[in-house]
């Protein structure tokens, strides 16, 4: 089992940045790919970034690619998606989610692919 926590949500002006942090309790956490997905009112959860079991590769979605970056710290057993050039359409839930396989393409936008999820933690990017 691992449990997933996350942090660091706020709100933020146009064009400022946030740290988000996914925190994960068990100690097989470095076995597990780890994505974000975000999901606005009346809109679908989406996928937005996923990170391999090192942290050693990394896919976007288009909608963030050179403004989000995700790395993890597995001796924390915690990810991170540092958000840059935030946007209003950034504002949403963020959610970690775990995953034994790493996803790139339409299998990282796939729900039933994590097995484990955080609450999530609310992002909300104003003018």
């Known amino acids: 089992q691992v449990q997933l926590v996350e942090s660091g949500g706020g709100l933020v002006q146009i064009g400022g940045s946030l740290r988000l942090s996914c925190a994960a309790s068990g100690r097989t956490f470095s076995s597990y790919a780890v994505a974000w997905f975000r999901q606005a009112p009346g809109k679908e959860r989406e996928f937005v970034a996923t990170i391999s079991w090192s942290g050693s590769s990394t896919y976007y979605a288009d909608s963030v690619k050179g403004r989000f970056t995700a790395s993890r710290d597995n001796a924390k057993n915690t990810v991170y998606l540092q958000m840059n050039s935030l946007e209003p359409e950034d504002t949403a839930v963020y959610y970690c989610?775990?995953?034994?396989?790493?996803?790139?393409?339409?299998?990282?936008?796939?729900?039933?692919?994590?097995?484990?999820w955080g609450q999530g933690t609310q992002v909300t990017v104003s003018s």
């Open positions: 989610a775990a995953s034994g396989g790493y996803y790139r393409g339409s299998g990282a936008d796939n729900h039933r692919n994590y097995n484990y």
